[in-house]
């Protein structure tokens, strides 16, 4: 008879205070023939680097995602022109700085810009994924020594553990105050917060009793 074992999956969460807002920003230009249209994608993405820049935003900060064409068509399918489009990622250490950023980067290029994505997140998680694996692991073993109980037995040393993964879950509580009539166009981020998840499989032996292996 094989060595008795129980395996576990926990899962866990920590709290983590938003420090700094990851922005996705997209430009795009349309222009009969495709060199055009890249150089006018270009000259936008390069004006949202530098507003960004003139905002406080580190070059460390800034890093192009991507960049592609596409060919436009009419209603009747005939070849009109091309579509270049370019995407920034900005990390914003001030949140209080995110307004101002968006605002100047559509004042330089106007319709051209697009928002892809707006994410608060924390520069470093190290404290709370340390915090989230303490859960994780606490998680399982408090499952598996209620199973271990249940067949008789008792849980014995750690046979192996396997890192499921460390994410933040469903996002931070993000908003944007609504700009006053006075205002000096600002839209204020409030961090809220972030939650991190970890999860963790651990296998254990068992002691005693007289059950088959059991696994989760």
């Keep these: 008879m094989g060595r008795r074992t129980v395996t576990v999956t926990g899962s866990g969460r920590a709290s983590a205070t ?3 807002v990851r922005l996705d920003l997209r430009v795009g ?3 009969p023939d495709v060199a055009t249209a890249l150089g006018g994608a270009a000259t936008g993405i390069a004006e949202v680097g530098r507003v960004a820049r003139e905002h406080g935003v580190a070059d460390a900060d ?4 991507d960049a592609s064409v596409s060919q436009r068509w009419d209603n009747t399918g005939t070849p009109v022109g091309f579509t270049a489009q370019q995407r920034l990622g900005l990390t914003v250490r001030r949140l209080e700085a995110v307004g ?4 100047a ?8 810009l697009l928002v892809d994505q707006v994410r608060l997140d924390v520069a470093d998680r190290t404290d709370a994924l340390a915090r989230a694996r303490d859960a994780a692991f606490a998680d399982a073993h408090t499952r598996a020594d209620q199973y271990a109980t249940l067949a008789g037995a008792e849980l014995g040393r750690v046979l192996g553990i396997a890192e499921g993964g460390a994410v933040p879950l469903a996002g931070p509580r ?3 105050a609504a700009m006053a009539a006075d205002s000096a166009g600002a839209m204020p981020v409030e961090g809220g917060d972030l939650e991190i998840g970890a999860s963790v499989t651990v296998t254990w032996e068992l002691a005693g009793g007289a059950t088959p292996h059991a696994s989760e």
């Design 18 to 20: 938003p420090d700094v």
């Design 62 to 65: 800034i890093r192009t995602l």
């Design 100 to 103: 101002e950023v968006l605002e």
């Design 174 to 176: 993000m908003k944007f």
């Design 29 to 31: 230009h349309d222009a």
């Design 105 to 112: 980067a559509a004042a330089a290029v106007g319709n051209a």
